[in-house]
C-alpha cells in the first residue's frame, strides 16, 4: 500500500483542453492514440478527458443523423460529415468551405477561420514575415535569402529599371516592402530585381521587346508632337 501511495503522487495531471478540468494523466481519464506507424503520440494520450471526447461524438452523432434525416438539408449537403476544429472547438461540416486542404488534397483538422488567424498572428512578427518571404523566394525562384542579399547590395537596393527603390509600402504599413524577383517566364532564370511598377510594366507588355519598342515610339511621338491626339498617326517617325 505504502508504494502504491508514493507512486501516486508521481502521477502527472494534465488539464482538458475543452473542459478545463485536471484529471490524473492515466488512461482511466484520457483516451490513448497512436501515430499510423503504432508508437505512441506525444505521451500517447489524447488532450481531452474521456467525457468530453464522448461528448463531442454523440453530439457529431446527432447532427449527423438529423442532417441524414433531412432537417438540416437547407443547410447542409446530404452527404455532409461532421468535424470539430481543433483550435476554436466548432463542430462544422467537413467540407471546402469551412477548411482548407493540404499539398496531399486532405482537408485540415482547423478550420478556414482558425488558419487565417494563425497566419495573420505569424506574419505579424517580423522575423517570421521576413522568413516566409525567404521560403517563398526559395520555392519559386530556387533564390536564397543570401543570393537575394547580394543581389541587393550589387545593384544598390534600388531598382534595375528605373534606378529607384521600392515605393511600395508594406501590409503593416511598417515600411517600404522588398524589390520584386524578375524572371524570364519561358526559362525561369532570375535577371535581376525590379521595383513592383517596373515589374508590373514588364508583366503587362509580356515581356516583348517588340511592343517596348512600340510604346517607346508611342510616347516620343507624342511628346514632340502633343496636338497630335486626334490626327491620324499614320507613320510614326
Keep these: 500500500m505504502q508504494d502504491e501511495f508514493t507512486q501516486s503522487l508521481f502521477i502527472p495531471f494534465h488539464t482538458c483542453?475543452?473542459?478545463?478540468?485536471?484529471?490524473?494523466?492515466?488512461?482511466?481519464?484520457?483516451?490513448?492514440?497512436?501515430?499510423?506507424?503504432?508508437?505512441?503520440?506525444?505521451?500517447?494520450?489524447?488532450?481531452?478527458?474521456?467525457?468530453?471526447?464522448?461528448?463531442?461524438?454523440t453530439k457529431g452523432a446527432r447532427i449527423s443523423q438529423e442532417c441524414r434525416a433531412g432537417k438540416r438539408a437547407a443547410y447542409l449537403p446530404k452527404d455532409a460529415t461532421f468535424a470539430e476544429c481543433t483550435g476554436c472547438v466548432k463542430l462544422l461540416p467537413r467540407t471546402d468551405e469551412f477548411f482548407y486542404r493540404d499539398t496531399k488534397g486532405n482537408l485540415r483538422r482547423r478550420c478556414r477561420?482558425?488558419?487565417?488567424?494563425?497566419?495573420?498572428?505569424?506574419?505579424a512578427v517580423p522575423k517570421n514575415r521576413q522568413h516566409h518571404h525567404d521560403r517563398m523566394r526559395k520555392n519559386n525562384f530556387g533564390l536564397s535569402a543570401q543570393e537575394y542579399q547580394s543581389m541587393s547590395r550589387f545593384q544598390g537596393g534600388v531598382c534595375a529599371i528605373c534606378g529607384q527603390p521600392e515605393r511600395r509600402l508594406?501590409?503593416?504599413?511598417?515600411?517600404?516592402?522588398?524589390?520584386?524577383?524578375?524572371?524570364?517566364?519561358?526559362?525561369?532564370?532570375?535577371?535581376?530585381?525590379?521595383?513592383?511598377?517596373?515589374?508590373?510594366?514588364?508583366?503587362?507588355?509580356?515581356?516583348?521587346?517588340?511592343?517596348?519598342?512600340?510604346?517607346?515610339?508611342?510616347l516620343k511621338?507624342?511628346?514632340?508632337?502633343?496636338?497630335?491626339?486626334?490626327?491620324?498617326?499614320?507613320?510614326?517617325?
Excluded at 113 to 123: E, G, I, P, V
Aim: charged fraction near 30%; proline fraction near 5%; glycine fraction near 12%.
Design 17 to 57: 483542453t475543452l473542459c478545463g478540468k485536471s484529471y490524473p494523466r492515466t488512461p482511466d481519464f484520457f483516451y490513448t492514440q497512436y501515430k499510423r506507424d503504432g508508437t505512441p503520440k506525444g505521451d500517447g494520450m489524447r488532450s481531452r478527458c474521456k467525457d468530453c471526447s464522448d461528448s463531442a461524438k
Design 113 to 123: 477561420d482558425c488558419c487565417n488567424a494563425d497566419t495573420r498572428a505569424r506574419h
Design 170 to 218: 508594406a501590409r503593416d504599413r511598417s515600411g517600404p516592402r522588398n524589390l520584386s524577383v524578375d524572371h524570364d517566364h519561358k526559362t525561369g532564370d532570375v535577371r535581376g530585381l525590379l521595383c513592383g511598377g517596373c515589374n508590373g510594366g514588364l508583366g503587362y507588355f509580356c515581356d516583348s521587346v517588340e511592343i517596348l519598342e512600340a510604346a517607346i515610339k508611342y
Design 221 to 237: 511621338y507624342h511628346r514632340k508632337h502633343p496636338d497630335a491626339l486626334l490626327e491620324p498617326q499614320g507613320d510614326m517617325a
